[in-house]
């Protein structure tokens, strides 16, 4: 019986995953810094004829747009010593579809983290609500297990095919072919080498890790004490 309650908090704790995810994501992407690092060491001035400082201007433009602070991705850069407008219409239009996924995901990710305030201040309420604060901490684990098994899987089919994931992906999330760009008219492709990613890829997975990891510690202590507790009566 106390394991079909908990799993009724299952998922309250995967949008409180959700939350901690994105949070990990704004704080890797709004760092005009690293761009501005990376395609130095790309020396794109020589790569793509635009300098290091328009790529990033470019770049959190489009990270702006997504966030909701610009109206447009739109804006002026020099390429090859002419001043050019920096995405065509494809660009454009493209997105606006990533713009209203990014919007949604960051909309549920408040409410994950709204979730997460409310769970915490379950668990802490053990002295009170002792069956409450048990179903929460089982309910944690049982999330943190299902989000697990759901990563590894998907991190195998990556490994395997990265090509056929990554296409697939954009298939599950987009209704049009927007996405499919020409290295040769598109220049947000040539901003957005494989190479950039490695890093945004290193430092959210430690973000995540760390938010995830503290939740997992202040459920487990808390458990702990409980076992305390009830030993002692």
Same mark, same amino acid.
């Given at each position: 019986?106390?394991?079909?309650? /908990?799993? $009724?908090?299952?998922? !309250?704790?995967? +949008? *409180?995953?959700? %939350?901690?995810?994105? @949070?990990?994501? =704004?704080?890797?992407?709004?760092?005009?810094?690293?761009?501005?690092?990376?395609?130095?060491?790309?020396?794109?001035?020589?790569?793509?004829?635009?300098?290091?400082?328009?790529?990033?201007?470019?770049?959190?433009?489009?990270?702006?747009?997504?966030?909701?602070?610009?109206?447009?991705?739109?804006?002026?850069?020099?390429?090859?010593?002419?001043?050019?407008?920096?995405?065509?219409?494809?660009?454009?239009?493209?997105?606006?579809?990533?713009?209203?996924?990014?919007?949604?995901?960051?909309?549920?990710?408040?409410?994950?983290? /709204?979730? $997460?305030?409310?769970? !915490?201040?379950? +668990? *802490?309420?053990? %002295?009170?609500?002792? @069956?409450?604060? =048990?179903?929460?901490?089982?309910?944690?684990?049982?999330?943190?297990?299902?989000?697990?098994?759901?990563?590894?899987?998907?991190?195998?089919?990556?490994?395997?095919?990265?090509?056929?994931?990554?296409?697939?992906?954009?298939?599950?999330?987009?209704?049009?072919?927007?996405?499919?760009?020409?290295?040769?008219?598109?220049?947000?492709?040539?901003?957005?080498?494989?190479?950039?990613?490695?890093?945004?890829?290193?430092?959210?997975?430690?973000?995540?890790?760390?938010?995830?990891?503290?939740?997992?510690?202040?459920?487990?202590?808390?458990?702990?004490?409980?076992?305390?507790?009830?030993?002692?009566?």
């Amino acid at each position: 019986m106390d394991k079909a309650k /908990a799993l $009724l908090v299952v998922p !309250l704790w995967l +949008l *409180a995953i959700l %939350g901690l995810l994105m @949070g990990a994501l =704004r704080l890797t992407i709004n760092r005009p810094g690293y761009f501005s690092n990376i395609y130095e060491e790309m020396d794109t001035q020589s790569l793509i004829g635009i300098s290091p400082a328009d790529c990033t201007d470019a770049m959190m433009a489009m990270i702006g747009y997504m966030e909701g602070s610009r109206d447009s991705i739109q804006l002026t850069v020099t390429e090859y010593g002419q001043q050019v407008q920096m995405f065509n219409q494809q660009e454009i239009d493209h997105m606006v579809d990533v713009r209203a996924l990014y919007q949604a995901f960051r909309t549920l990710g408040n409410v994950g983290l /709204a979730c $997460l305030g409310l769970l !915490l201040i379950g +668990l *802490a309420a053990w %002295g009170r609500w002792p @069956g409450l604060s =048990r179903q929460i901490r089982r309910g944690w684990w049982l999330a943190l297990g299902i989000f697990v098994g759901v990563l590894a899987v998907l991190g195998v089919y990556a490994a395997v095919d990265f090509s056929d994931f990554w296409t697939r992906f954009h298939y599950v999330f987009f209704t049009n072919d927007l996405w499919l760009m020409d290295y040769a008219t598109c220049r947000m492709i040539r901003i957005c080498p494989l190479g950039l990613f490695s890093g945004i890829i290193a430092a959210f997975t430690g973000l995540s890790l760390l938010g995830i990891g503290g939740v997992s510690l202040a459920v487990g202590a808390i458990g702990r004490r409980a076992g305390k507790e009830g030993a002692g009566r």
